[in-house]
């Protein structure tokens, strides 16, 4: 079984701060997702990482796939209040179904 | 354009009863993929459908549920005699073809089983 582990599970910051998300597994993934997710929404794609050591950025949001292909880290940089919300990252292995980690619960204040 | 949507958005219900959750995929999307998400978790997968048929049901956690896909298009979660353990979200996704493509997310069902 695969299995995504990810740290920390809530976090609650002041809005300018920084902070990263860690996803880890000891499987390793063919891609790995990040999404977040609002409260009564589903899941929204942030991005995919592909290659090992890839990274990717999205504005204030820098993604990293670790070298291995069995990690993966989100930093946001100054973060806002719009940031807020549930990040979840989930592994692919081109079998169709998605593995996803527990999700980090943020909340940043302003 | 119309992205996925779950009807109901909220479906209170008694335990032992029967329940169906309907999903409409993006119109053209051949994969149809459907997870739970308990509260405070992330989403885990329950069934896949390519067409019609199901591909991948490991994720079922039983024989009370059960899914169709008849048309290809719409499908529908069927869960019998139902459980408070069953109260989760019940969330559908999409893709166009299905072997690793992105997945578009509905809004979800959320059961409430009392």
């Known amino acids: 079984t695969q299995l995504l582990e990810q740290s920390p599970q809530f976090l609650s910051i002041q809005e300018g701060e920084n902070l990263t998300v860690y996803c880890n597994s000891s499987?390793?993934?063919?891609?790995l997702q990040w999404y977040r997710q609002e409260p009564g929404e589903g899941p929204v794609l942030l991005v995919t990482?592909?290659?090992?050591?890839e990274v990717k950025k999205l504005k204030r949001l820098t993604f990293q796939f670790g070298d291995a292909r069995k990690d993966s880290s989100l930093h946001i940089t100054a973060a806002q209040p719009g940031d807020t919300g549930l990040y979840l990252c989930?592994?692919?292995?081109?079998?169709?179904?998605?593995?996803f980690g527990g999700g980090t619960r943020l909340m940043v204040k302003p | 354009g119309a992205g996925v949507s779950q009807t109901p958005s909220n479906k209170v219900t008694e335990k032992g009863k029967y329940v169906e959750l309907r999903c409409d995929p993006i119109?053209?999307?051949?994969?149809l993929y459907w997870y739970r998400q308990s509260l405070g978790q992330g989403p885990e997968f329950l069934i896949y459908?390519?067409?019609?048929?199901?591909?991948?049901d490991s994720g079922l956690p039983n024989d009370r549920f059960f899914a169709v896909r008849p048309e290809g298009s719409v499908s529908t979660l069927k869960i019998q005699r139902t459980e408070r353990g069953d109260s989760a979200v019940y969330l559908c996704?999409?893709?166009?073809?299905?072997?690793?493509?992105?997945?578009?997310f509905g809004p979800g069902t959320r059961l409430l089983v009392l």
């Open positions: 499987s390793v993934f063919s891609s």
């Open positions: 990482v592909v290659t090992g050591g």
């Open positions: 996704a999409s893709s166009l073809n299905g072997f690793g493509e992105t997945q578009y």
């Open positions: 989930a592994g692919d292995n081109a079998g169709n179904m998605l593995t």
């Open positions: 119109s053209g999307h051949t994969a």
């Open positions: 459908f390519q067409g019609t048929g199901a591909a991948d």
